[in-house]
């Protein structure tokens, strides 16, 4: 079952199928930053960014980083890494207002 799936995914061994479930998982975090927000959207019947969408954003980003960097691709690891910069950056300011509230 194992091989097949290393073959499947082209992973290459076994530690390989396991950086392409991380990266899958960072991914599936990615992704339900947009359902949260689409959702709290619908809800509120006007344009809203809930603090778990900043939540997801930087553990899916911080996620595909490591996945990008086990990767050794530049691209993705530079893009991530500006990513879960502005993803801290708002939760900061998110704590920082709510502090002076």
């Given amino acids: 079952m194992t091989e097949t799936l290393v073959r499947f995914f082209h992973a290459g061994s076994m530690a390989g199928l396991v950086w392409i479930a991380i990266g899958l998982l960072g991914q599936a975090l990615f992704t339900a930053r947009f359902l949260v927000q689409w959702l709290a959207s619908e809800r509120a019947k006007r344009s809203v960014m809930p603090v778990a969408f900043w939540y997801f954003s930087i553990g899916g980003g911080l996620i595909l980083l490591a996945y990008a960097i086990a990767r050794h691709d530049?691209?993705?690891?530079?893009?991530?890494?500006?990513?879960?910069?502005?993803?801290?950056?708002?939760?900061?300011?998110?704590?920082?207002?709510?502090?002076?509230?």
Avoid: C
């Fill in 74 to 101: 530049p691209v993705f690891t530079i893009g991530q890494s500006l990513g879960v910069v502005i993803y801290a950056r708002n939760l900061w300011l998110i704590r920082a207002e709510r502090r002076s509230a």
